[in-house]
């Protein structure tokens, strides 16, 4: 239905980067007016595909379900809606369904646990940003180059710019229904952001001081997807498919994930200046097929947007002479400014002991302090001190733990508690120490997990963190007698910062039934999964058949993430 000449005027002619009522995808551009969506087929799409658009060449209403929409973002075919009671809506624009349920596409409750509800954005979020890997970039790359094929679910993030602009939260549709993770910013996140966007996986950050930043980071790069199996060892081999190769999916990922990288300086001069609207595009296959852009003036005053591909080494200027508002330019601070640090200070001890224990049995081996605790950076230097006076260094590399249950982020909120997979790296400096008490005790006790993905799990909350040693299937292994635990605390618990009194914290009974429920898959878990692996073991199944790849991967990260809830809960119930 065609619209009216009045509606078509209020509707933006040219849609070149984001807004929170405007976006921009490889095949559409999106609008919104009066909280109601429309859309259009992107112009470079119909210019360059001989296909049959889904889309209409003019604006169009977007038949949905009628609500109240307050602000939109999109990439690819799929659109991200926040509706007037602040719950977050995904559309796919290829079959015109809506999902408003997050969690996993699972029945709604299983056991009595609650596994899809609702999410509402958090009242800290400023701006939205959605991204969606999908054929359309048909795999992607680890840090050693290895492809991965987008499989059938391709991955969607939902970013948010925090009202504070120096954090970034995120979420995915498979996740409970919170933002309760975040992504750790250039620098450690010391940064502050004017500006964020992302396209199928691919970020750009625009800071306070005026630096371009990008980073290829998911759910799946990252480490966290419980289906996949990943590697730190830097000697790894490497799998040797295309990404184009569906067979590629399940192979062996190598981390850590990719390191944020500086990109070239738009250099202003005269009239030229920067906005914080900007936009990440899909232009291909794989990580770098990507444009970059940010909407702004040139140095004779002309309105248009800076461009570049991801790996160009320098930025050009589109002339579009689009109308910018002024409350979008930006302010550039000095460069060079850094905000708070995130890093805290731990200290505490190494704990040892062994099978059929008792707690008088506990034995302190070492103490251990880390200036550089982070819920959401990674990795975390730990270092040992021995009896002897003899200190070394250990990295713990963290990845958050997927968790069943519905959680807040413990930076915001003191009465929650951050869940992680950590893998131990034991640096070249610590194998070499020149101290034969540091070797022995390397060797003795941590040796055996240096570089092993995912061997010990962790809590952490801002007053203590503890690591415990973990092994599938969630018991100590013949060979592996002793079982380590690392006790830190943070200088708010020995001052004892009373909490926010009115931040939300959960009941008793709901932290009784999240143990219960995750007791319940420590004690049922191993029979099955060890049988189902064992009949793999002894057939061609597993060698032959992509799909039973899946059960290694996932026994790689079970221990770790039922101890990391374990430990979590029980934290929570002890201070009830």
């Known amino acids: 239905m065609a619209l009216t000449t009045s509606l078509l005027a209020l509707l933006p002619t040219i849609i070149s980067v984001n807004s929170s009522t405007q976006a921009i995808t490889n095949h559409y551009n999106y609008a919104l007016n009066k909280g109601k969506v429309y859309w259009r087929a992107n112009a470079d799409y119909i210019a360059k595909c001989q296909c049959l658009l889904q889309a209409p060449h003019d604006w169009e209403e977007l038949k949905i379900e009628n609500a109240n929409y307050k602000a939109l973002a999109a990439d690819d075919h799929a659109l991200l809606l926040k509706t007037e009671n602040d719950e977050l809506w995904r559309l796919n624009t290829q079959d015109g369904k809506i999902d408003k349920k997050w969690g996993l596409p699972a029945p709604e409750k299983l056991v009595g646990l609650k596994l899809q509800e609702r999410l509402k954005a958090p009242s800290y979020v400023e701006d939205l940003i959605y991204s969606i890997r999908h054929k359309d970039v048909a795999y992607y790359e680890d840090i050693k180059g290895n492809q991965f094929n987008w499989g059938s679910a391709g991955c969607t993030t939902v970013f948010t710019l925090n009202k504070d602009k120096q954090t970034i939260s995120w979420g995915d549709p498979w996740f409970p229904p919170d933002l309760s993770r975040q992504l750790c910013g250039p620098k450690r996140g010391i940064k502050k952001y004017h500006a964020f966007a992302s396209s199928a996986s691919v970020s750009m950050a625009l800071t306070t001081d005026g630096e371009i930043w990008t980073q290829f980071y998911d759910y799946d790069s990252n480490g966290g ?146 200036s550089d605790m982070n819920f959401h950076c990674s990795p975390i230097t730990l270092t040992f001190e021995l009896g002897t006076g003899e200190t070394f260094n250990v990295l713990a590399h963290t990845v958050d733990a997927w968790t069943p249950f519905k959680d807040e982020d413990p930076e915001f909120n003191a009465n929650f508690i951050k869940k992680l997979k950590v893998t131990l790296e034991i640096p070249q400096e610590t194998l070499d120490h020149s101290s034969s008490a540091v070797q022995k005790f390397v060797k003795k006790h941590l040796k055996r997990d240096h570089l092993r993905a995912f061997r010990w799990a962790m809590a952490m909350n801002q007053e203590r963190a503890e690591l415990r040693r973990t092994t599938y299937p969630l018991h100590l292994k013949a060979d592996t007698t002793e079982d380590l635990m690392i006790k830190l605390y943070s200088q708010k618990f020995f001052n004892r910062v009373p909490r926010d009194k009115n931040a939300f914290k959960l009941s008793t009974q709901e932290v009784d039934s999240r143990l219960k429920f995750i007791n319940r898959l420590q004690y049922w878990a191993p029979a099955p999964l060890l049988a189902a692996d064992a009949l793999t073991m002894v057939s061609t199944v597993r060698y032959t058949l992509v799909e039973t790849r899946i059960l290694p991967s996932f026994e790689s990260h079970l221990a770790s993430f039922l101890v990391a809830n374990e430990m979590a809960l029980e934290w929570m119930k002890q201070t009830k």
């Open 225 to 370: 997807t419980p289906f996949f199996t990943y590697d730190y060892r830097p000697n790894a081999p490497l799998h040797g498919r295309p990404g184009t190769d569906k067979k590629s999916e399940p192979m062996v990922r190598a981390l850590p994930s990719e390191e944020w990288a500086r990109q070239p300086e738009i250099k202003l001069h005269d009239l030229a200046r920067l906005t914080k609207r900007l936009a990440v595009l899909q232009t291909g296959q794989g990580n770098s097929a990507r444009e970059l852009r940010i909407l702004g003036t040139h140095a004779k005053g002309q309105t248009g947007f800076y461009v570049k591909a991801l790996k160009d080494p320098s930025w050009d200027f589109r002339v579009t002479n689009e109308e910018i508002e002024q409350k979008d330019f930006v302010i550039l601070e000095t460069s060079g400014i850094f905000y708070k640090n995130k890093d805290q200070s731990y200290r505490g001890q190494v704990i040892q002991r062994f099978k059929h224990y008792k707690k008088s049995d506990d034995t302190q081996i070492a103490t251990v302090r880390s």
